[in-house]
């Protein structure tokens, strides 16, 4: 291979990911410190001396330490360099790792850098702790950020977080599929029970007890339900301390700096499509075009099949993510779809799991196979990020190159129902989320409902209405589409009632 030819082909030299777990909150890692000591490790298992040639230092946002501001140029000073680029991301989002990985091998293919490193770090159990005291911030760094997003038309019927949210595709998706409530809960415990062996066999994971599938499944006093049908088990756990980074170069400046060749882990090409932010304004929860488009076209440019992968990681924050996409891709039920363990057992800090998971992956290719898949996902199953990472050169990945598939996501997409926030009289259940207080009861739940002309409104069931109630929490295959009506209630919000059958 030239030598002009291997300055433009990326490859990650180090990887580095640590847990903080203190008993004092006070004797806790913040997030930029997070950062520095997964970069520090990195820089170790690249062989050292690394950071000081760092030319791009990019960060991904953080939310546990808000006064600490612009993160990446406190750590660049704390690390005493100064890159020619030092930046975080605009927002916190699961996708973010990938998107800036991308970027860093747009940057070394094109000449602009020769060294990046990418890092993020939440410390968000200390800050919980820190919180609860009587000298604390009011409020976790999680309940502030939901409060930030009150008072829009969904936010009036409780709809402003993950756990609101996720809930409408895992419904509709287990309608979509024909599945029992039974059959769907037991596929997201097989799922959930290779994660977390996954995670015993990862020294970096942030609990590394094996589960069975009826541990995941199966509501507890320690495994109460969330909200339905997810119990603790099967949601991000986001009350961790960890912060993982890795060093990326090109193959001619390893190749200078003496890194062995069964070192180096090959960056593939990317491809990136998204839902829109909003998400009432979405074509439907049964899937997502922007998912679809993300995984086959990542293949597709890579030129590699399904079936030549060794090693999937595919985003798991709620398990109607990887059910989603192991549908897109036609994978197996008995294949891990985690390298690390997922957002539950590795652990979930907000945005940056997926740098988690390069780590993970970038060992497991150091010591088998060739071929490894990650996918990310952001916001509200908003944003999708797919990449191909190898253990020899991809071939076909010429960078830089234009990720970005949006246009191609657009056009696959199905019309989006006009919402509309005053309506009532007949409808049919689109899809619904049934929230469970910490006492184990369930309700209000708010129904998504579409209108006999096609326009898209919410509902809540009251939690009185133990019937509608009952009827959501059975979760069978017809339940949506049917027959429902919206009928005025208190404060501005409207009221659903499952029709009578006759």
């Keep these: 291979m030239m030598e002009k030819e291997a300055a433009r082909i990326p490859v990650i030299v180090g990887v580095g990911q640590l847990n903080d777990r203190p008993s004092d909150p006070d004797a806790g890692l913040d997030s930029q410190a997070l950062m520095r000591e997964a970069l520090r490790l990195a820089d170790r298992d690249a062989g050292g001396g690394w ?68 890092v993020g770090g939440e410390a968000l159990r200390t800050a919980a702790k820190r919180s609860k005291r009587p000298d604390g911030q009011a409020g976790s760094a999680l309940e502030q950020v939901s409060a930030r997003r009150a008072g829009s038309y969904r936010a009036r019927y409780g709809l402003s977080t993950a756990l609101d ?14 599945q029992t409530l039974g059959e769907a809960q037991q596929e997201s415990g097989e799922i959930w029970k290779r994660f977390a062996d996954a995670a015993v066999a990862n020294d970096g994971a942030w609990i590394r007890d094996p589960k069975t599938v009826d541990e995941i499944i199966t509501p507890s006093a320690s495994n109460r339900l969330i909200t339905f049908p997810y119990t603790k088990l099967m949601v991000a756990n986001s009350s961790v301390n960890q912060g993982a980074g890795f060093l990326v170069t090109s193959l001619a400046h390893a190749r200078d700096l003496g890194v062995a060749e069964d070192r180096l882990v090959y960056v593939g090409l990317g491809a990136a499509a998204h839902e829109p932010t909003d998400p009432l304004a979405r074509d439907g929860y049964r899937h997502s075009v922007g998912m679809e488009v993300s995984l086959t076209r990542a293949l597709e440019l890579n030129r590699i099949s399904v079936e030549q992968l060794d090693h999937v990681e595919l985003y798991s924050c709620f398990p109607c993510v990887p059910k989603m996409a192991r549908r897109v891709l036609g ?23 997926m740098s988690h998971a390069v780590v993970s992956m970038v060992q497991k290719l150091r010591e088998s196979g060739k071929y490894g898949l990650l996918f990310a996902n952001g916001g509200f199953a908003t944003h999708n990020h797919s990449i191909v990472l190898g253990s020899e050169p991809l071939e076909q990945a010429k960078f830089p190159q234009d990720y970005d598939y949006q246009r191609e996501a ?25 929230p469970y207080t910490r006492d184990g009861h369930p309700g209000p739940g708010v129904v998504m409902a579409l209108t006999p002309d096609g326009r898209r409104t919410l509902a809540q069931v009251a939690a009185e209405n133990s019937g509608a109630i009952e009827r959501l929490l059975q979760g069978a295959p017809d339940l949506i589409g049917a027959a429902g009506d919206v009928a005025p209630g208190d404060e501005d919000i409207q009221v659903w009632s499952f029709a009578v059958v006759n």
């Design 51 to 118: 950071l000081a040639r760092l030319d791009a230092l990019l960060v991904v946002n953080q939310i546990s330490c808000p006064e600490l501001g612009d993160v990446a140029a406190g750590l660049a000073a704390e690390l005493g360099i100064a890159p020619k680029i030092c930046q975080q991301t605009e927002a916190p989002m699961g996708d973010s790792p990938m998107r800036l990985l991308n970027d860093a091998a747009n940057l070394i293919a094109s000449g602009d850098i020769r060294v990046a490193a990418i």
């Design 165 to 178: 949210l996720y809930p409408l595709y895992e419904n509709a998706t287990r309608a979509a599929y024909g």
């Design 331 to 353: 994978l197996s039920i008995d294949k891990p779809f985690s390298v690390c363990g997922g957002l539950t057992f590795c652990g979930g800090p907000i945005a940056n799991y």
């Design 410 to 434: 657009d056009a696959a997409r199905g019309p989006v129902p006009e919402v509309v926030e005053t309506y009532t009289g007949p409808a049919r259940l689109e899809s619904y989320t049934l």
